[in-house]
Nanobody, 115 residues
Framework: QVQLVESGGDLVQSGGSLRLSCTLS????????MGWYRQVDGNEREWVAG???????KYADSVKGRFTISKDRVAKTSYLQMNSLEPQDTGVYYC?????????WGQGTQVTVSS
């Protein structure tokens, strides 16, 4: 079964850093593109960052300059390095990729930033 498994969420103080990981498991070679999203208190999931097949990256304005997305296709893992964290970054972070016509989401990892 193909799935995405996230890790790295934690409680951190404002100004701190975290690195989230998202690993693709199952009988599949790797992924091309990956997106990271976050959800706060049951609201709609908000797109945060994306990395594409050619390595290009894009960020939501709210995280630009603070977050960095990367990927290691051999390790089948995407990373979201989050620096200068703010309380408004608190939420459940999800990764997502598309494999053919299937949309694969991770289970989410909780990030809590205290002021």
């Amino acid at each position: 079964q193909v799935q995405l498994v996230e890790s790295g969420g934690d409680l951190v103080q404002s100004g701190g850093s975290l690195r989230l990981s998202c690993t693709l498991s199952g009988k599949i070679r790797s992924f091309s593109a990956m997106g990271w999203y976050r959800q706060v208190d049951g609201n709609e999931r908000e797109w945060v960052a994306g990395i594409y097949a050619n390595g290009a990256t894009k960020y939501a304005d709210s995280v630009k300059g603070r977050f960095t997305i990367s990927k290691d296709r051999v390790a089948k893992t995407s990373y979201l390095q989050m620096n200068s964290l703010e309380p408004q970054d608190t939420g459940v972070y999800y990764c997502r990729t598309s494999l053919g016509t299937a949309d694969i989401w991770g289970q989410g990892t909780q990030v809590t930033v205290s002021s």
